[in-house]
């Protein structure tokens, strides 16, 4: 991807601009400036999948509901060439919550879908890809209460054909499936498992934010897929009324934050992108972790506009899946000595 002097309209490929530029016709149709959505508009967009027990690309998905009341479920991706059925029976679990800014897409959508194979397959990890409810309908904390009742389902349920290895689980997501991972570490490391144990955290451009703006929100106008404005409406329709952008959900380390010191967090990897306005708030959280002493290690792309990794094509996306892959490999290694 080539570069471009100008720092408010970065140079992408056409076919990403063709499809920001869908996507902000759609985001226009469908929102309403109070926070509300067209919830008919919204789900007539967000073309879904089916599970399947016969390979696609080596890897079988199947859907597991939890609560049908809150359309609580997840899909495992299982990748199927290790060999036969118990050759996966020492692969890691991943714990995957999907981006859309707590409002838009779910476990199924097809990005995911397609993202969450090819993590399956490059990694050689079952994905376990959570379905939350979605705000404005469902406010915060209601997607942190999802996942973390996923974990505790998961914990305390013994899964047909499920071989993967419950003692070295990571937490991982994009967007605000990133914000989750945090938030959802933090309440799952106080909490007394029987058979989970996470070894790492993977946040991919996590959204996060604070009522102050940053370099990078104010410089980067003109990104692709999210900007300063699309950030400040996803928030009003996730936060609680009465709650602003320094709430610690948003603001992990901000004025209201959580002292997290005594919180044995796993260690954390940030993708941070050259070309996403929320990066300074991602480098915040890597600096933040920093100082409460947990491990943490950043990695970022120049060219790496938010959400970068959904795009196959892009030169970005493997260089994600390999800095992904060593540093499970080096939790992996830690966790057995």
Known sequence: MAQ????????????????????????????RTNGIVYRFLRSAFDLKTCPSKKPIIGVKTTDITIDNSRNLWFRIYTPTNTGDDAATAGLPVIFFFHGGGFVF????????????????????????????????????????????DALKFIDAT??????GNLKQCFLAGDSAGGNMVHNIAVKAMKHEFSKLKFIGNILMQPFFGGEERTESECRLTRAPLMSKDIADWM???????????????????????????????????????????????????YEGLKKYGK????????????????????????????????FMQKQLESSNI
Request: hydrophobic share 35%.
């Open 158 to 163: 013994k899964l047909e054909d499920f071989s």
């Open 235 to 285: 928030w009003k329709s996730f936060l609680p009324e009465g709650s602003n952008r320094d709430d610690p959900a948003v603001n992990i380390f901000g004025p209201n934050s959580v002292d997290i010191s005594g919180v044995n967090l796993p260690s954390s990897i940030i993708f941070v992108g050259g070309l996403d306005p929320l990066q300074d708030w991602q480098k915040r959280y």
């Open 4 to 31: 471009n002097d100008d720092p408010e309209s970065p140079e992408v490929p056409c076919e990403i601009k063709l499809i920001n530029c869908a996507f902000c016709v759609f985001f226009n149709v469908i929102r």
């Open 105 to 148: 897409l779910a476990a199924n959508s097809l990005p995911y879908e397609l993202f969450c194979r090819g993590l399956a397959k490059h990694l050689s990890a079952i994905i376990i890809s959570v379905n939350y409810r979605l705000a404005p309908d469902y406010r915060c904390p209601s997607q942190y209460e999802d996942g973390f």
């Open 295 to 326: 491990e943490a290690q950043l990695v970022e792309f120049d060219n790496g506009f938010h959400s970068f990794y959904l795009f196959p094509e892009l030169p970005e996306r493997c260089c994600l899946m390999k800095e992904t892959k060593e």
